[in-house]
């Protein structure tokens, strides 16, 4: 498997300055030796992201977040390592050959390969004969060539193999061509697995196309959807339809417009409404919820007016309520969904609904008559919400929701706080919790405190200093696991003891912004 070779790696990492690079997504100030702006990865008023040119490593005082320059486009951009030191090779002119090496990065090249084939060729059918009918039907809807064009709207022909000989002869393993979600396999071979659809394709937040959504537009199929199915490069739980495109404009106006569909999102943002994303291939789960957190903590649910809909935005409200977001809700009138809102009102209704939308439990109120239910079921409904309320993790959201509901179904707040106690649940999961700070180790004793300064002085560039710090000290003075595994790396004469250095020997999040807060 090709790599790129580690002098090459260090070579990147010396050219790439990195406030050169974090300025082109982060408005720095200068503050004294450093740069300072809000924080790209938490939403926040006041700036606390700090960048230390100095030592070229950032770090935020507000979420903990922190790494050197490959590690915050890794972030920002949501790429892997060797993604992130390709895009500044790039960018500065550092040419990369690669070496032969264990590792993953071959299989995603061809994974990525065989899907920007995939999308040229659906979007060359959709524009050409083949694709009339497809082109008249999504024209039809309203959608534009240019925004078809901009987010590669395609279409599959009715042909069991187009796809199949557009890739054959190219190098594709057989391995790669199985795992990429494009084929399905069968005793007579492979064969495209999309015939006779509309094709959206999915993209990573980077801008490389990662699965497909696939629409049938005629009668006789009753499967509307088909959707890849999960590969290395795509799992339904942590992607977004349109995020790539939306992403700047969530974090600009402060919130996220979530919809169910990739018509929906069309529709939308060919109106002119931006900060849009939209769940793909699945409903909304908990990951999906902590993958928004990182952009923004306000997402407003715009679903069809429908009672289904109705009921899909209050499961998502909870499940965002319970990641610590804020949900407000929008109701296309009657049982429109808004596709055929935005294209029967226009921008200007639409937008003016999202930028005063209802809160969650006003929401929830009204859709099950909460404040009109008698006896039995009044007894039932306040138990749910109870049930729903205690299983919230922060204390605050928890309390002020009990506190409103009381006043708005006149039940003493007391009482309701003693039926939530009563109340069993099961706790909030969150699989692969890899960006939550609270799982950050805390360094607060005396001991991990002088540690840290034992550290920091390892990590100076003064040579005397650092010398004799070296030749004072060993491995047994630290005792906690993490500041054992720095201080073996800085006592380490073959290693490089420069703090962006330092920081890309810890593969895992948590310790690389550890690292980050102990050598700022």
Same mark, same amino acid.
């Given at each position: 498997?090709?790599?790129?070779?580690?002098?090459?790696?260090?070579?990147?990492?010396?050219?790439?300055?990195?406030?050169?690079?974090?300025?082109?997504?982060?408005?720095?100030?200068?503050?004294?030796?450093?740069?300072?702006?809000?924080?790209?990865?938490?939403?926040?008023?006041?700036?606390?992201?700090?960048?230390?040119?100095?030592?070229?490593?950032?770090?935020?005082?507000?979420?903990?977040?922190?790494?050197?320059?490959?590690?915050?486009?890794?972030?920002?951009?949501?790429?892997?390592?060797?993604?992130?030191?390709?895009?500044?090779?790039?960018?500065?002119?550092?040419?990369?050959?690669?070496?032969?090496?264990?590792?993953?990065?071959?299989?995603?090249?061809?994974?990525?390969?065989?899907?920007?084939?995939?999308?040229?060729?659906?979007?060359?059918?959709?524009?050409?004969?083949?694709?009339?009918?497809?082109?008249?039907?999504?024209?039809?809807?309203?959608?534009?060539?240019?925004?078809?064009?901009?987010?590669?709207?395609?279409?599959?022909?009715?042909?069991?193999?187009?796809?199949?000989?557009?890739?054959?002869?190219?190098?594709?393993?057989?391995?790669?061509?199985?795992?990429?979600?494009?084929?399905?396999?069968?005793?007579?071979?492979?064969?495209?697995?999309?015939?006779?659809?509309?094709?959206?394709?999915?993209?990573?937040?980077?801008?490389?196309?990662?699965?497909?959504?696939?629409?049938?537009?005629?009668?006789?199929?009753?499967?509307?959807?088909?959707?890849?199915?999960?590969?290395?490069?795509?799992?339904?739980?942590?992607?977004?339809?349109?995020?790539?495109?939306?992403?700047?404009?969530?974090?600009?106006?402060?919130?996220?417009?979530?919809?169910?569909?990739?018509?929906?999102?069309?529709?939308?943002?060919?109106?002119?409404?931006?900060?849009?994303?939209?769940?793909?291939?699945?409903?909304?789960?908990?990951?999906?919820? /902590?993958?928004?957190?990182?952009?923004?903590?306000?997402?407003?649910?715009?679903?069809?007016?429908?009672?289904?809909?109705?009921?899909?935005?209050?499961?998502?409200?909870?499940?965002?309520?319970?990641?610590?977001?804020?949900?407000?809700?929008?109701?296309?009138?009657?049982?429109?969904?808004?596709?055929?809102?935005?294209?029967?009102?226009?921008?200007?209704?639409?937008?003016?609904?999202?930028?005063?939308?209802?809160?969650?439990?006003?929401?929830?109120?009204?859709?099950?008559?909460?404040?009109?239910?008698?006896?039995?079921?009044?007894?039932?409904?306040?138990?749910?919400?109870?049930?729903?309320?205690?299983?919230?993790?922060?204390?605050?959201?928890?309390?002020?929701?009990?506190?409103?509901?009381?006043?708005?179904?006149?039940?003493?707040?007391?009482?309701?706080?003693?039926?939530?106690?009563?109340?069993?649940?099961?706790?909030?999961?969150?699989?692969?919790?890899?960006?939550?700070?609270?799982?950050?180790?805390?360094?607060?004793?005396?001991?991990?405190?002088?540690?840290?300064?034992?550290?920091?002085?390892?990590?100076?560039?003064?040579?005397?200093?650092?010398?004799?710090?070296?030749?004072?000290?060993? /491995?047994?003075?630290?005792?906690?696991?993490?500041?054992?595994?720095?201080?073996?790396?800085?006592?380490?004469?073959?290693?490089?003891?420069?703090?962006?250095?330092?920081?890309?020997?810890?593969?895992?999040?948590?310790?690389?912004?550890?690292?980050?807060?102990?050598?700022?």
């Amino acid at each position: 498997m090709a790599k790129i070779p580690q002098d090459i790696v260090d070579r990147v990492r010396d050219t790439a300055d990195i406030v050169d690079v974090v300025s082109q997504y982060v408005d720095l100030k200068h503050r004294g030796a450093n740069y300072f702006g809000l924080c790209p990865f938490h939403g926040e008023k006041t700036p606390s992201f700090s960048v230390a040119p100095a030592k070229q490593i950032y770090h935020c005082f507000g979420c903990s977040t922190g790494g050197n320059v490959f590690s915050f486009l890794m972030e920002y951009q949501k790429v892997s390592f060797p993604e992130a030191v390709k895009t500044l090779a790039d960018r500065y002119n550092i040419p990369i050959q690669y070496e032969e090496g264990e590792g993953g990065s071959e299989l995603f090249s061809s994974l990525y390969e065989l899907h920007n084939i995939a999308v040229k060729l659906y979007q060359d059918n959709l524009f050409s004969q083949r694709g009339e009918s497809a082109l008249a039907y999504l024209t039809d809807r309203g959608l534009t060539e240019d925004i078809l064009k901009q987010f590669k709207v395609g279409f599959a022909m009715d042909s069991w193999d187009q796809l199949v000989k557009q890739c054959t002869g190219k190098g594709f393993t057989k391995s790669h061509i199985n795992q990429s979600g494009l084929f399905t396999q069968s005793e007579k071979g492979t064969f495209d697995r999309f015939r006779s659809r509309v094709m959206f394709p999915i993209f990573h937040p980077s801008g490389k196309p990662i699965a497909f959504g696939g629409r049938i537009f005629g009668v006789e199929d009753p499967a509307k959807y088909l959707n890849s199915p999960e590969t290395p490069l795509y799992k339904k739980s942590d992607v977004f339809y349109g995020l790539q495109a939306s992403r700047d404009a969530i974090r600009k106006t402060g919130f996220a417009v979530l919809v169910e569909g990739y018509m929906d999102f069309l529709q939308l943002y060919q109106a002119g409404i931006h900060p849009l994303v939209a769940v793909s291939g699945t409903a909304f789960t908990q990951r999906h919820a /902590l993958a928004l957190s990182r952009i923004t903590q306000k997402v407003v649910l715009l679903y069809d007016g429908d009672n289904a809909g109705g009921n899909a935005a209050i499961r998502t409200g909870w499940v965002l309520l319970k990641a610590g977001l804020e949900p407000t809700i929008v109701r296309p009138p009657g049982d429109q969904d808004p596709d055929d809102w935005v294209r029967a009102v226009g921008r200007n209704d639409v937008l003016s609904a999202i930028e005063s939308p209802t809160s969650f439990l006003d929401f929830h109120l009204e859709f099950h008559s909460g404040k009109s239910l008698e006896g039995a079921e009044r007894r039932q409904y306040i138990l749910d919400l109870m049930r729903e309320i205690r299983s919230i993790q922060d204390g605050i959201v928890r309390n002020d929701l009990v506190r409103i509901l009381s006043e708005k179904l006149m039940v003493d707040e007391h009482d309701l706080v003693r039926v939530m106690k009563s109340q069993r649940v099961n706790p909030v999961q969150y699989p692969d919790q890899t960006d939550q700070g609270d799982e950050i180790p805390k360094f607060t004793s005396i001991a991990d405190r002088a540690q840290i300064e034992l550290l920091q002085l390892l990590a100076l560039e003064e040579q005397s200093t650092r010398q004799y710090v070296q030749e004072n000290i060993s /491995l047994a003075l630290f005792t906690t696991p993490l500041l054992k595994k720095v201080a073996g790396f800085l006592l380490d004469e073959k290693l490089s003891v420069e703090s962006s250095a330092i920081i890309e020997y810890f593969q895992d999040k948590h310790e690389r912004d550890s690292v980050a807060q102990i050598l700022f």
